[in-house]
């Protein structure tokens, strides 16, 4: 079969470097990798006799946990050779995103080796052909760094990964998809990480126009249009900013003709200040990722046109920027939306949510959607409630929360659920509009927040709301990336439409 799945230029080379041996004389290469089960010795034997190196050696690592690992050094016609053995933990207990990390706990011990690296693994309880492909694009998404702005670049050294395959190789056409999510989970990171000055509204209008190329209908709804249709509540948010306020909503349209979609709806602020209720200097620039949602949401429409995915999905972002000008919004203005609610804009701040509200009301009236799903980065609070592990979600269907969690544990991208309930709705009760955009400062903010969005959810919409403000970034490395942008999301959605459209 011809495989034409699209890779960036930097994930081609990625895919050039790795290679598929079902045997492979191992002494080749500088680095030999051996991922096992603790409770298999036997297999580690088995490497270490096809190289001619002592067995005794199995005595250090019979004790490691799962990613644990141990370096060894041997000469061999003068060479330095190193071999790594890394733990795969217990034979039972492992999933298939435990493998993948697995990839990432490799990376940063070859990435200063400018060597040849072979991999061997005995991985079998996840599918046989896959647990070399995990392992190589773990390594990938732990490689990714920024380093466009700095003048001398630190690019990876590793010159070569060959995984060799005791049982068969990975079917390529599957080997091509897993890179080709990747590649958009490393797109969203670029995005996000890239600053406000140029990932804008424009540029990022840019981008989503170039899905055009491979088959997603792009429609751009602009600031005149915004306004005749109603859209007032995202059009507030933008006042204060010279950069001008867009619509995109991304039509992937590739599936049966059954009224079945899935519509996903991103946060875009390009840069959140705060508005007049402006933000404290300190940390501020985190801001410039306020439009990861969208990112998430545009990347994730990428992955399934790359992959000609026979899926009906509807991808919708909502563009401004929350800057403060003598124009800007004002704390106490009322604004009303497209659904024709009336909104008090209490805190200039809580923006994130007047956007979506136009936003989630366009595409459930014009697509009649049975899922939608949005992204944002919505609120500081759910990082008190969740830290940087899991994102929080909110949903009105207790079958799609199961659905989506499912398709978080498959691909180890982390969900939790709070409560989305009616005791909270006078939280966001207003003297003087229908409702207003912030909570009474009683707490629960991510919580209020999804109150207010559910009220431009229709009733017969199955909805999740889900809050990535928290897991969009981190201060420490994590398993699948180092310090900065996650790309959380784009794998999620993959997932979980993948599952939803093969019912
Ligand atoms: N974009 C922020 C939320 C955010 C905070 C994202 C930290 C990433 C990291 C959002 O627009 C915001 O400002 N939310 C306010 C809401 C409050 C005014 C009710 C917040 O969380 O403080
Ligand atoms: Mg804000
Ligand atoms: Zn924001």
Not at 30 to 50: A, K, P, T
Not at 262 to 272: R, S
Not at 356 to 361: C, S
Not at 480 to 487: D, E, F, N, V
Request: aromatic fraction near 8%; charged fraction near 25%.
């Amino acid at each position: 079969m011809e495989i034409d799945i699209e890779l960036s230029e930097s994930m081609e080379k990625w895919a050039d470097s790795v290679e598929f041996q079902e045997s492979y004389n191992l002494l080749l290469s500088d680095v030999i990798i051996i991922v096992s089960y603790s409770n298999d010795l036997s297999f580690i034997e088995s490497v270490l006799q096809d190289i001619s190196v002592n067995k005794s050696i199995t005595e250090y690592v019979k004790d490691l946990e799962y990613g644990q690992s141990k370096h060894f050094n041997f000469v061999l016609n003068n060479k330095l050779k190193e071999i790594i053995i890394v733990s795969a933990g217990n034979k039972n207990a492992i999933t298939k995103s435990d493998v993948e990390k697995l990839g990432g706990y490799i990376y940063p011990q070859i990435e200063t080796n400018n060597a040849k690296v072979a991999i061997v693994n005995n991985i079998e309880t996840i599918d046989l052909e896959d647990a070399a492909a995990s392992i190589t694009s773990g390594i990938i998404l732990k490689s990714w760094t920024f380093d466009k702005y700095f003048t001398k670049k630190n690019t990876c050294k590793v010159q070569s990964i060959t995984c060799v395959t005791n049982y068969v190789k990975p079917n390529e056409y599957r080997y091509k998809t897993l890179l080709s999510i990747d590649d958009c989970v490393l797109n969203v990171r670029s995005m996000v990480t890239e600053p406000a000055n140029v990932m804008n509204s424009e540029k990022i209008k840019d981008i989503a126009k170039d899905l055009k190329e491979i088959g997603v209908e792009v429609r751009i709804i602009d600031q005149k249009e915004m306004a005749k249709m109603g859209m007032n509540a995202l059009l507030g948010v933008n006042k204060g900013s010279d950069n001008p306020p867009y619509t995109i909503v991304m039509e992937y349209i590739n599936g049966e003709d059954d009224g079945n979609i899935i519509a996903l709806v991103g946060k875009g602020v390009t840069f959140d200040a705060g508005g007049i209720c402006l933000k404290p200097a300190n940390r501020m620039s985190e801001m410039k990722g306020d439009m990861t949602g969208a990112a998430v949401v545009l990347n994730t429409i990428k992955s399934l046109a790359l992959q000609k995915s026979k899926v009906n999905v509807i991808g919708a972002i909502g563009l401004v920027e929350n800057v403060i000008s003598s124009s800007a919004q004002r704390p106490g203005d009322v604004v009303q939306a497209m659904s024709g609610t009336t909104i008090e804009v209490d805190n200039t701040d809580a923006e994130g949510r007047l956007v979506l509200a136009d936003v989630l009301w366009h595409v459930q009236e014009r697509y009649g959607p049975k899922v939608v799903i949005d992204f944002a980065t919505l609120t500081g609070a759910i990082q008190v409630a969740l830290g940087h592990e899991f994102a929080g979600y909110m949903s009105n269907s207790d079958e799609l929360s199961q659905h989506l969690e499912k398709a978080s544990r498959n691909v180890g991208e982390k969900l939790w659920r709070l409560p989305l309930h009616n005791s909270y709705e006078p939280d966001i009760k207003s003297e003087i509009a229908d409702i207003k955009n912030v909570g009474c400062g009683r707490g629960a903010g991510s919580i209020t927040a999804a109150m207010f969005l559910q009220h431009f959810i229709k009733k017969a919409t199955k909805w999740a709301h889900i809050d990535i403000a928290a897991t969009e970034w981190d201060s420490k490395d994590r398993a699948l990336s180092q310090k900065g942008a996650t790309g959380f999301g784009v794998r999620l959605m993959n997932e979980f439409i993948k599952n939803f459209f093969s019912r």
